[in-house]
């Protein structure tokens, strides 16, 4: 008596947990998707980063001898090493600790556009790379061209970082580690 009473509360139980698992859990292009600020992602706004080259280990470096020129260089503590995340409420800004200017870009973007700083901030996409979920990929929104490390990745302090048509190259992926 008491089973059969139970039973069906059980089974309507069971199939509300399948089905609640189907609709929440995220397929695979979905945990690939784009970085907004949400619990489980490590980019939040406000938060500080150094911004490393997957393949070179150099970081996003602010030239400190002109406070315009976006390069990679080694690590060095610097400040001009150091950008916050922020928000805007459907892309991301970048905003230099050092000199508090955005990263944006020279000219129109395309492949080999440099990177650079200016006053207002530019709206960036961050997503997820698709081979190893742990690295980012920054995208100007709505386009196919991402931040690339000059030269295929060349570690030389002083490299420009530029936009490039997404490929499978490493040096198109960026690691940020918290500040
Ligand atoms: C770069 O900006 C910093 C912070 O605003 C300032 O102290 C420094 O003098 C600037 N350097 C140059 C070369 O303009
Ligand atoms: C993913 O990239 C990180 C560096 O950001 C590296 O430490 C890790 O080994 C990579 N994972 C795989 C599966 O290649
Ligand atoms: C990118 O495309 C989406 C969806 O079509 C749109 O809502 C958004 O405003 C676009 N962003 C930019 C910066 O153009
Ligand atoms: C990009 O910057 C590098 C130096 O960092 C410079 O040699 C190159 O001419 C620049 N490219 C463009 C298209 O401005
Ligand atoms: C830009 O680079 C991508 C990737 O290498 C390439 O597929 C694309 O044709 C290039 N675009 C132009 C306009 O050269």
């Given amino acids: 008596m008491l089973f059969t009473k139970f039973a069906p509360s059980l089974i309507s139980l069971f199939s509300l947990a399948a089905y609640t ?47 315009t020129t976006v390069t990679g260089w080694s690590l060095n503590g610097g400040k001009n090493q150091q950008w916050t995340t922020l928000w805007s409420g459907e892309s991301w800004n970048f905003q230099s600790v050092a000199t508090g200017l955005y990263l944006g870009i020279v000219g129109t973007p395309g492949n080999g556009t440099n990177l650079t700083v200016a006053s207002t901030p530019t709206a960036w996409d961050i997503w997820h790379d ?25 570690a ?21 580690v918290q500040v």
Avoid: C
């Avoid at 030389?156 to 940020?176: E, V």
């Fill in 130 to 154: 698709t081979v190893n979920e742990t690295n980012y990929r920054i995208f100007v929104p709505n386009t196919t061209v991402n931040w690339d490390l000059w030269g295929y990745g060349d």
């Fill in 21 to 67: 698992v189907a609709v929440v859990m995220p397929v695979r292009s979905e945990l690939e998707s784009r970085v907004y600020p949400r619990a489980t992602e490590s980019i939040q706004s406000g938060s500080v980063f150094t911004i490393h080259n997957v393949k070179a280990d150099t970081v996003v470096d602010l030239s400190a001898g002109d406070n």
């Fill in 156 to 176: 030389t302090s002083g490299d420009p970082i530029t936009l490039w048509g997404t490929w499978s190259g490493i040096h198109q992926t960026w690691r940020f």
